[in-house]
């Protein structure tokens, strides 16, 4: 099997599953519009996690009746809630919280990602500019930033020697997670620690823009 | 202490002249001041800056003032829910200053409460920085950014009593209480007037003594 | 009469007296601890002011059964309440108000205060060290700063040319009030504005250590 | 979320070790962490290096810890109304660093919101200037005060849910909020233990989250 007979479904769940598994119950999370909100469903038996939304819910919950959408949105502005325990703070705390080191983790999608860890995820000169919302902070003050991403981007690696788009911030990045594998930002650089059996070592070097030191054993990722 | 701080809405907008710079709270529309939006669109209000956290979205909250052509400037952290504000900016119809989101909470509060601006490690490395001061502490680069004030700010409260303390409802909350430290002039509207007193003081959340005026808000 | 045949009590209740009449109906005041606390009870009928109290209450007011002093109590440690329509905050929030000029007055004492409206009010060297508590940021971010104090202390002048003690904040009294008269801090130096009949000129002239200009005409301050 | 946070008061005590440094939320002995202060007593922890707005009174509050020697360091922005502080300083049996009272709790902020410190017109061209650098923007002096951090911090709640969620009653707040972000470690004494969810969430002050243990406080 290679990515080509994944769908795009399929790829999402791989890598939301598996990003399912870095986190510990307790912790508190935040997560990424799109793809990381996914995560929550992957989550093992035993394991809660605390969804902060940085728009100021500690707690996040689904949308409920008792929360209208008027008065409860979560960070992509759809209607949400808070769970019995949660709080609604305001912003300058909620990014007290974010920067000061209170979140756990924060799971994130990714333009680019480096050797060093370096993350692009907000713009493309020319082309995007949706601005960089709570993301600058996020993965400056989150204790452990993951990035789940596709591995490549039509075929292009987005995990490179070093960045080419403007960067998020710098050496923030601490875990990858592809539907390939699941690779580590190191200060030696990056660590290819568990990979798709679908693919061959060769095949996740190929589909990526930076040298990879493989663990050993290495492995599989499901 | 029981002064009533009640205007009717045409008066209220009235003090937002063309040209002001005003900040508007809430998130992707949440939170917005709706009624004092649709007040300013009725009024023909322009020339404004906006302070607000994001564009929110086409026809929604601060988004029927992006529409409208009412803004000049925005300094928002986000913008990417309303397409308008890229189509204005790319066509130079529109200023657009992004700050990140902690950055753009921690100005505002450094404009309210008198310190000279915010020591942040966001944006270090990045082209948030250019330009910008950076500043050593304990061998750690700190971003110098600094405080944002406005002329006017447009709160929304859930429960709002004659004096003008506030209770949010949800997390509407946002960059409210910090913005009615940041304006010269402060205006809530308020969903529901309740008594003074009604609110515990343990759970004001806005003190009165940050608002000028309360206008009726409510259903919309 | 001289200020012998005024007897403590008396001159504390004038100078709180005139300092009242500084305060506009609807002022958010903060008063220092001793003589300031004095005034609200010499308020003129129909003015109304908001006390904000530095340890958390906007809307401070005496003891009452409802607010025990294990929960509640002012900046000087002392049971106290918060009326209807006050708030309870904590001190990032309470200093935010007073830095940020969200604070109409502050009337506190001092040991000295000289012509560039410099305070010194928080220490003598080897002797006393309480420590400036929340002066130093009252003085520098209220937008008006009224200094209430005896004029003299034991027949020394307070009122100086430079102050001699450490500072609690540079050039930041706006108004001295005494038993003598009201003094008006401006940029060409300190200025009798009113006087109490009970002196002349001469003799509040004689009490104090820094140029005085005198007011054309010169009210009484009663 | 609903996890139980309480344990006993000796096993909280044994928490802070002899040499730690300590928050204590609390204005001259109101809102002090009275019971766990006890404990500490009676534990007999010393050499800490306490961080508390003040000495509170005598025999009251933090003034236990003065007295009965148990401090090396006091970190405060008034000692006046506890005696024992001056004369312990005086013997020099207690360092005291005196921090202007909005200043400390804007650096316990800072230490606990990852911003590299304070940037405060409070100060400037006084003793408490001496040694620390200044910074200008836009023309006018601001002293940078650096965030103040601690090994832990020994709330006082009056509701408090076995997730740890806080709602301060009166104003025993205070500098606790800020507190609770600041420490490696926080210990909440609960005046009430209440069902999770009991405080709506628009009233929580402190989240649980910021909170690693509870211990019975109440009466005294």
Same mark, same amino acid.
């Given at each position: $099997?290679?990515?080509?007979?994944?769908?795009?479904?399929?790829?999402?769940?791989?890598?939301?599953?598996?990003?399912?598994?870095?986190?510990?119950?307790?912790?508190? @999370?935040?997560?990424?519009?799109?793809?990381?909100?996914?995560?929550?469903?992957?989550?093992?038996?035993?394991?809660?996690?605390?969804?902060?939304?940085?728009?100021?819910?500690?707690?996040?919950?689904?949308?409920?009746?008792?929360?209208?959408?008027?008065?409860?949105?979560?960070?992509?502005?759809?209607?949400?809630?808070?769970?019995?325990?949660?709080?609604?703070?305001?912003?300058?705390?909620?990014?007290?919280?974010?920067?000061?080191?209170?979140?756990?983790?924060?799971?994130?999608?990714?333009?680019?990602?480096?050797?060093?860890?370096?993350?692009?995820?907000?713009?493309?000169?020319?082309?995007?500019?949706?601005?960089?919302?709570?993301?600058?902070?996020?993965?400056?003050?989150?204790?452990?930033?993951?990035?789940?991403?596709?591995?490549?981007?039509?075929?292009?690696?987005?995990?490179?020697?070093?960045?080419?788009?403007?960067?998020?911030?710098?050496?923030?990045?601490?875990?990858?997670?592809?539907?390939?594998?699941?690779?580590?930002? *190191?200060?030696?650089?990056?660590?290819?620690?568990?990979?798709?059996?679908?693919?061959?070592?060769?095949? @996740?070097?190929?589909?990526?823009?930076?040298?990879?030191?493989?663990?050993?054993?290495?492995?599989?990722?499901? | 202490?029981?002064?009533?701080?009640?205007?009717?809405?045409?008066?209220?907008?009235?003090?937002?002249?063309?040209?002001?710079?005003?900040?508007?709270?809430?998130?992707?529309?949440?939170?917005?001041?709706?009624?004092?939006?649709?007040?300013?669109?009725?009024?023909?209000?322009?020339?404004?800056?906006?302070?607000?956290?994001?564009?929110?979205?086409?026809?929604?909250?601060?988004?029927?003032?992006?529409?409208?052509?009412?803004?000049?400037?925005?300094?928002?952290?986000?913008?990417?829910?309303?397409?308008?504000?890229?189509?204005?900016?790319?066509?130079?119809?529109?200023?657009?200053?992004?700050?990140?989101?902690?950055?753009?909470?921690?100005?505002?509060?450094?404009?309210?409460?008198?310190?000279?601006?915010?020591? *942040?490690?966001?944006?270090?490395?990045?082209? @948030?920085?250019?330009?910008?001061?950076?500043?050593?502490?304990?061998?750690?680069?700190?971003?110098?950014?600094?405080?944002?004030?406005?002329?006017?700010?447009?709160?929304?409260?859930?429960?709002?009593?004659?004096?003008?303390?506030?209770?949010?409802?949800?997390?509407?909350?946002?960059?409210?209480?910090?913005?009615? $430290?940041?304006?010269?002039?402060?205006?809530?509207?308020?969903?529901?007037?309740?008594?003074?007193?009604?609110?515990?003081?343990?759970?004001?959340?806005?003190?009165?003594?940050? @608002?000028?005026?309360?206008?009726?808000?409510?259903?919309?």
């Amino acid at each position: $099997m290679s990515t080509m007979q994944m769908d795009k479904v399929q790829i999402r769940e791989l890598i939301a599953g598996r990003v399912a598994r870095e986190l510990n119950d307790g912790d508190v @999370v935040n997560l990424g519009i799109g793809l990381p909100t996914m995560i929550p469903s992957f989550l093992p038996d035993g394991v809660e996690v605390i969804l902060e939304a940085e728009n100021g819910i500690v707690g996040a919950g689904p949308a409920t009746d008792t929360f209208s959408a008027r008065y409860v949105v979560d960070a992509g502005g759809k209607q949400a809630s808070a769970i019995p325990g949660g709080a609604f703070i305001d912003s300058a705390t909620s990014f007290g919280l974010i920067r000061g080191g209170h979140i756990d983790a924060t799971v994130l999608g990714a333009l680019e990602v480096d050797a060093k860890g370096n993350l692009a995820n907000w713009i493309i000169p020319g082309k995007m500019l949706p601005g960089m919302g709570g993301a600058m902070d996020l993965v400056v003050g989150a204790k452990r930033v993951i990035v789940a991403m596709e591995h490549t981007q039509k075929g292009r690696p987005k995990i490179l020697e070093a960045c080419t788009l403007p960067l998020t911030a710098v050496e923030c990045v601490d875990l990858i997670v592809t539907e390939m594998g699941v690779i580590e930002v *190191t200060p030696d650089g990056l660590v290819l620690k568990e990979i798709n059996p679908a693919f061959t070592v060769d095949e @996740v070097r190929e589909a990526t823009g930076a040298e990879l030191t493989i663990a050993e054993p290495l492995p599989s990722m499901l | 202490m029981a002064r009533d701080k009640m205007i009717a809405l045409a008066e209220a907008v009235a003090k937002v002249e063309d040209g002001m710079t005003v900040m508007i709270g809430g998130f992707m529309g949440c939170g917005n001041a709706h009624v004092l939006i649709d007040g300013l669109i009725e009024a023909g209000t322009k020339d404004l800056t906006l302070i607000c956290n994001d564009g929110a979205l086409p026809g929604y909250g601060v988004g029927k003032l992006v529409e409208q052509h009412r803004l000049r400037k925005l300094i928002a952290s986000h913008v990417g829910l309303n397409p308008e504000v890229g189509r204005q900016m790319n066509a130079g119809e529109l200023e657009v200053e992004l700050v990140p989101q902690g950055t753009f909470a921690e100005r505002i509060r450094s404009g309210g409460t008198g310190l000279g601006g915010v020591l *942040t490690p966001t944006g270090i490395g990045t082209i @948030v920085a250019e330009g910008k001061p950076v500043v050593e502490v304990d061998g750690k680069a700190f971003l110098l950014e600094k405080p944002l004030r406005a002329d006017i700010a447009l709160l929304s409260g859930y429960k709002v009593d004659p004096f003008g303390n506030i209770w949010y409802r949800g997390d509407t909350r946002t960059f409210q209480p910090v913005m009615a $430290m940041a304006a010269d002039t402060v205006i809530v509207e308020a969903d529901q007037l309740i008594p003074l007193g009604a609110i515990p003081p343990e759970d004001v959340v806005t003190s009165g003594i940050l @608002v000028d005026h309360i206008v009726k808000g409510g259903d919309w």
